[in-house]
């Protein structure tokens, strides 16, 4: 189109030199013909514009028709209704299509679909089936320990998301186990933007107490969990229930939230009560500092309770019923040079939890019921820090510190010389330690292969020495981690 312009430009400017004082004949023949050139040409000119407008025209129609159709496919069939005879031709017409969803743009798939696939090459120098942490009553749960020797397929993710409505938004994450087994690990709807910064959430989710338990395992710098998370909240806090959330409309990021729910999570268990078996409250606060460097800071609170929440202490079985309060301080700090242009950057993370727990502990009879029983009560803490340093865009490394301190029980039965100390073995005082060393590899955010290596001291007078190879690869649409 723009040779076309030109050219009308210049023949227009020809014609005008022609029409000089130098050629003033208007009888001249020659000048004439140029102007009936000038004319053919124009006229030429102005039959090729007017082609392509209508070319142009019937390029957008035929877009604006097939996006039609995809928007068609996407929206839900519309309802058959029987119509009369004489309604017959208004029934007959087109419905209009129904906008995409605001989750899916530009994508006809609803909801979401992400799968994690994980597994492990794990070398234990001591016999996994004997591991224990000393001093700390079992909480029962499979995410507790280093796992079995050798291969393992270890737990994979499906997860589906989408927004529902503009008001609610619905997740589902099921965890596959390499055992051919499976598990909810989270099925929640949510609001989306309540007025004030407030926000629900209800269905099963990971709980926001502390710093790591909000993250599914596939997000973690390590391997497994702390042990402090192993020994206080059996891997991850995931209660029953609904949370409530507010955002504070300030400069600085701030949270502040509460969670109640059925209780029925380690460290309560299934007790069958009506109303609030477990309530939780917990604060972040974060922000930057700098262009190079930001942190977030978080205070979180559990409270349950237990009912014959039984264990196996070395073949003797035990329950403990009462009360369970969780303190839980975590930090986190970030940096990255220039805003991470180079790809480097430097992650400093802990957290320190300090738990009580109150109530009665009981030796169980051989059909379960209940036998000898006394008071109990203990303060138990324990912490993790850990460091991971992003040295190439495509490779991290990191070092990780678990100690945990299991006080000294206060033992009704043991107190009254009923019973000694003995009949209680994995409640004998212990200081478990853990130190991790991990390097891992990510050829782009969607993969990544991991190597490390830990030496736990979870036993009195036992080092095991652990290896572990780990691959994490992402398939679909996959949420943003959270800070």
Request: aromatic share 10%; charged share 15%; net charge negative.
């Given at each position: ?104 743009p530009g994508n006809i798939f609803n909801p979401n679909i992400s799968l994690i696939l994980g597994g492990t090459y794990q070398y234990l120098s001591q016999d996994p089936a004997a591991w224990r942490l000393q001093g700390f009553a079992p909480s029962n749960s ?40 499976f598990s909810i690990e989270e099925a929640f709807v949510q609001t989306r933007e309540l007025s004030n910064g407030l926000n629900l959430k209800f269905g099963r989710f990971l709980s926001s107490v502390g710093y790591l338990n909000s993250q599914h395992a596939h ?227 969607f993969s990544r292969l991991r190597l490390q290596v830990a030496r736990d001291k979870s036993r009195p007078g036992v080092s095991d020495n652990q290896i572990f190879l780990q691959y994490i690869m992402s398939l679909g649409t996959h949420a943003a981690h959270a800070?």
């Amino acid at each position: 189109m723009k040779p076309s312009v030109m050219a009308l430009a210049l023949a227009a400017s020809f014609g005008a030199s022609l029409a000089a004082p130098a050629a003033t004949a208007a009888d001249n023949k020659e000048l004439a013909e140029i102007r009936a050139q000038i004319r053919q040409m124009q006229a030429s000119y102005e039959a090729r514009l007017t082609a392509l407008e209508q070319r142009l025209a019937a390029a957008q129609q035929a877009t604006a028709a097939a996006q039609a159709q995809v928007t068609a496919l996407a929206a839900p069939a519309p309802a058959i209704a029987v119509a009369s005879e004489a309604a017959a031709p208004e029934a007959a017409a087109a419905p209009t299509p129904a906008p995409a969803s605001a989750a899916t743009p530009g994508n006809i798939f609803n909801p979401n679909i992400s799968l994690i696939l994980g597994g492990t090459y794990q070398y234990l120098s001591q016999d996994p089936a004997a591991w224990r942490l000393q001093g700390f009553a079992p909480s029962n749960s499979d995410e507790v320990g280093p796992g079995k020797r050798g291969f393992n397929l270890g737990e994979s993710e499906l997860t589906l998301q989408s927004n529902i409505d503009p008001d609610f938004a619905g997740q589902l994450t099921f965890s596959l186990n390499g055992d051919n087994s499976f598990s909810i690990e989270e099925a929640f709807v949510q609001t989306r933007e309540l007025s004030n910064g407030l926000n629900l959430k209800f269905g099963r989710f990971l709980s926001s107490v502390g710093y790591l338990n909000s993250q599914h395992a596939h997000a973690w710098d390590f391997v497994d969990a702390p042990l402090a998370y192993q020994v206080f909240l059996g891997g991850q806090y995931k209660p029953d229930g609904v949370q409530a959330k507010w955002l504070a409309p300030i400069d600085q990021f701030l949270e502040v939230g509460v969670e109640a729910g059925s209780g029925s999570q380690f460290p309560g268990n299934d007790r069958d009560k009506n109303g609030l078996g477990a309530t939780d409250v917990f604060a972040h606060l974060g922000d930057d500092l700098g262009d190079a460097a930001s942190y977030r800071a978080g205070l979180s609170y559990l409270r349950t309770g237990a009912q014959q929440r039984s264990y196996d202490d070395l073949g003797v079985a035990t329950a403990f019923s009462g009360r369970s309060a969780v303190w839980i301080v975590d930090g986190i700090y970030k940096w990255a040079p220039n805003g991470n242009p180079t790809g480097t950057n430097l992650k400093v993370q802990g957290e320190y939890f300090h738990r009580k727990e109150t109530g009665q502990l009981a030796l169980l009879g051989p059909d379960s019921g209940p036998g000898e029983s006394g008071g109990y009560a203990s303060a138990q803490s324990g912490w993790y820090l850990q460091s991971v340093y992003q040295f190439m865009p495509t490779w991290r490394a990191g070092l990780r510190y678990d100690h945990l301190s299991s006080g000294t029980p206060r033992i009704g039965l043991v107190d009254s010389g009923v019973l000694t100390l003995a009949s209680f073995p994995i409640l004998q005082a212990y200081a478990p330690s853990r130190a991790t060393l991990m390097v891992d590899y990510s050829p782009s955010e969607f993969s990544r292969l991991r190597l490390q290596v830990a030496r736990d001291k979870s036993r009195p007078g036992v080092s095991d020495n652990q290896i572990f190879l780990q691959y994490i690869m992402s398939l679909g649409t996959h949420a943003a981690h959270a800070f």
